[in-house]
C-alpha cells in the first residue's frame, strides 16, 4: 500500500457502516433487533464492570455493537472469481470451506475477513459467501433454465469492476476512490423488489429449492441479514418477541457454558416482501405481484476457538444430540432440545485450565511481569508460578451445521431437503480463483508466536 492509498482497514469499515444503514432503511425489523441487542448489551456491561474495563482495554468497547457478520449467495463462478477480487480491495480474504450440501442446502461457502488480529480489532466485518450448486439439482431442463438466466446477469455496476482493476494495478485506492468504490459496491447488495424472471419460472426454481429460487429470479445477490454481536444471546432470544419479532426455534451452536466455546447464533425470521414479477416474453404470461421470503437478521455470540481435537469433540457431541433430537422449526420440541444438548454436553469440559491441559482450545499467552525462574520450563509451570498467564483466542469463523440451521430457518418450514453429502472444495476453489485458508493454522500460528514472544519477556525479567 503506497501512503497516498486509503487503508484497507479504513475501506472495510465505510463499507460495513454503508450496508449497515442501507440494510437499516430497507428491514426496519433489523432496526429494532439493533436496539434490542444494544439495550441487552449495555444491561450486561452494567452488571459486569469487569468484564466492561477488559472490553475498553481491548479498544472493543466503544464497537461492540456494530456489525460482526453479513451473508451472500452467489449464481455463477464468475460472480465468485469477481466477489474475491471485490473483497480484497477492503483488506478481507476467503477463510475456511463450508459444505451445506450435508445440511440439506445446495451450497458450498467461505467467509471473506480480515487475517490478522490486529485487522479483525480495526473492524471485524465479513462476509458468509455461499455459491448455488446448481449440478445438485435433479432436473436437468430446470438446471438450463436457471444458468441461463445466471449467465445473463450483471451484478457488479460498471464503475465498480472499474475500480477493482484500478486497485489491482495500482496496489490501492485513493482516499476518494476509496469512497467511489464503497458507493459502488453497495449497490451490488442491494434488494430488487422486481423479480428478474417470470412468475411461472421463480414458482418452479422454488419448488426445487427456496434457496435457488433466491439466488436465480433476482438481479443479484441482495444482502440476506446482518449479524452484530451479542453479549448475552440467550437474552436477546428472550426478549425477540417482547420487542415484536419472531425468533428461530434454538440458538444454534454449542449450549449456554461458563466458558463459552466457538459460536452461538440465532435469528429472526425473514420476512415476506413483496416482489414485482415481469411478464413472459414467450408464452403471453402476464406482470403479476407475487412474494419471497429471504431477509432476516441475526445476532452472534462468540467464544474460544477449538483446536482439531478440541472441533471434534464438538463435532461428536452435537451429532449425538441431534441423534437423540432434531429440533422443529415450529419450536415445539425446543425446551427438550436444549436440555439434551446441555445434557450431552456435560462432556466437554467447561474450565479454561481443562480446556487449555486437554489441548481443546487455543490460548494467546503473555508474561505478566513477574520474575520468573527458568522461562525455559513447561507452560504449567510458569502458569502455576504465576509469571505466564493464557487467555483464549476467539472464534472468528463460522460452523457448517449451524450456517444450515440459519439457512433452513429463514427458508420457511418444510424447505428442508435430502442432497447426498458431497463436499467439492477443489472445484469451489478453482472457482474463486485462489485456494481457502486455512482455519485452524491461523489460530496456531497465534498461539505458537504469542507464546515465543512471552518466552522472550520472561526472559528479560531474569535477575
Ligand atoms: C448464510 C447462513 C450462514 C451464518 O452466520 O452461519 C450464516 C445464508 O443464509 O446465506 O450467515
Ligand atoms: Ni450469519
Not at 476518494?176 to 414458482?203: K, S
Amino acid at each position: 500500500m503506497a501512503p497516498e492509498h486509503a487503508n484497507p482497514h479504513q475501506i472495510r469499515a465505510l463499507f460495513s457502516r454503508a450496508m449497515s444503514a442501507m440494510y437499516r432503511e430497507e428491514v426496519p425489523a433489523y432496526g429494532t433487533l439493533m436496539e434490542l441487542v444494544r439495550d441487552v448489551n449495555s444491561e450486561v456491561l452494567s452488571g459486569a464492570p469487569e468484564e466492561r474495563a477488559r472490553l475498553e482495554e481491548l479498544g472493543e468497547l466503544e464497537r461492540i455493537d456494530e456489525e460482526r457478520h453479513g451473508a451472500i449467495r452467489l449464481g455463477t463462478p464468475r460472480e465468485l472469481f469477481t466477489m474475491r477480487r471485490l473483497f480484497a480491495v477492503m483488506g478481507m480474504h476467503p477463510v475456511g470451506y463450508y459444505d451445506l450440501s450435508v445440511a440439506g442446502v445446495p451450497v458450498h461457502s467461505t467467509a471473506f475477513r480480515p487475517l490478522e488480529e490486529a485487522a479483525l480489532r480495526r473492524n471485524p466485518f465479513r462476509v458468509f459467501t455461499s455459491l448455488l450448486r446448481l449440478d445438485l439439482l435433479d432436473d436437468a431442463e430446470l438446471r438450463a433454465a436457471a444458468a441461463e438466466v445466471l449467465d445473463t446477469r450483471e451484478i457488479y455496476t460498471t464503475g465498480c469492476l472499474e475500480l477493482i482493476d484500478k486497485a489491482e494495478a495500482d496496489g490501492g485506492l485513493s482516499e476518494a476512490d476509496a469512497e467511489r468504490f464503497v458507493a459502488e459496491a453497495v449497490e451490488t447488495f442491494r434488494w430488487h423488489a422486481e423479480a428478474n424472471v417470470p412468475h411461472a419460472l421463480y414458482q418452479r426454481l422454488h419448488d426445487a429449492h427456496r434457496l435457488v429460487a433466491d439466488v436465480v429470479a433476482f438481479k443479484g445477490p441482495h444482502i440476506n441479514h446482518l449479524t452484530p454481536r451479542t453479549l448475552d444471546i440467550d437474552r436477546v432470544q428472550e426478549m425477540m418477541p417482547e420487542r415484536g419479532i419472531a425468533p428461530k426455534a434454538v440458538v444454534e451452536g454449542p449450549p449456554t457454558r461458563t466458558v463459552p466455546i466457538l459460536l452461538r447464533q440465532t435469528s429472526f425470521k425473514a420476512l415476506d416482501e413483496p416482489v414485482s414479477f415481469p411478464p413472459s416474453a414467450t408464452n403471453g404470461e402476464t406482470a403479476i405481484t407475487g412474494r419471497h421470503t429471504a431477509r432476516f437478521g441475526e445476532i452472534e455470540q462468540r467464544g474460544i476457538a477449538l483446536t482439531p481435537a478440541g472441533q471434534g469433540l464438538y463435532d461428536r457431541l452435537l451429532a449425538e444430540t441431534r441423534s437423540r433430537i432434531t429440533p422443529a422449526a415450529d419450536g415445539s420440541n425446543a425446551d427438550a432440545y436444549r436440555a439434551t444438548l446441555a445434557e450431552v454436553f456435560t462432556a466437554f469440559p467447561d474450565d479454561l485450565a481443562t480446556l487449555r491441559k486437554d489441548g481443546l482450545g487455543y490460548f494467546r499467552y503473555s508474561a505478566t511481569g513477574k520474575p520468573c525462574n527458568d522461562p525455559s520450563r513447561g507452560v504449567d509451570a510458569l502458569i502455576a508460578e504465576g509469571c505466564l498467564r493464557a487467555d483464549p483466542i476467539i472464534y472468528e469463523d463460522f460452523l457448517p451445521v449451524s450456517a444450515a440451521g440459519i439457512f433452513q430457518s429463514n427458508l420457511g418450514d418444510g424447505a428442508a431437503q435430502a442432497f447426498v453429502a458431497n463436499p467439492n472444495r477443489a472445484r469451489f476453489e478453482e472457482d474463486l480463483g485462489a485456494p481457502v485458508h486455512d482455519l485452524f493454522h491461523r489460530y496456531a500460528e497465534t498461539e505458537a508466536r504469542s507464546l515465543a514472544e512471552s518466552r522472550v519477556a520472561l526472559s528479560r525479567t531474569l535477575q
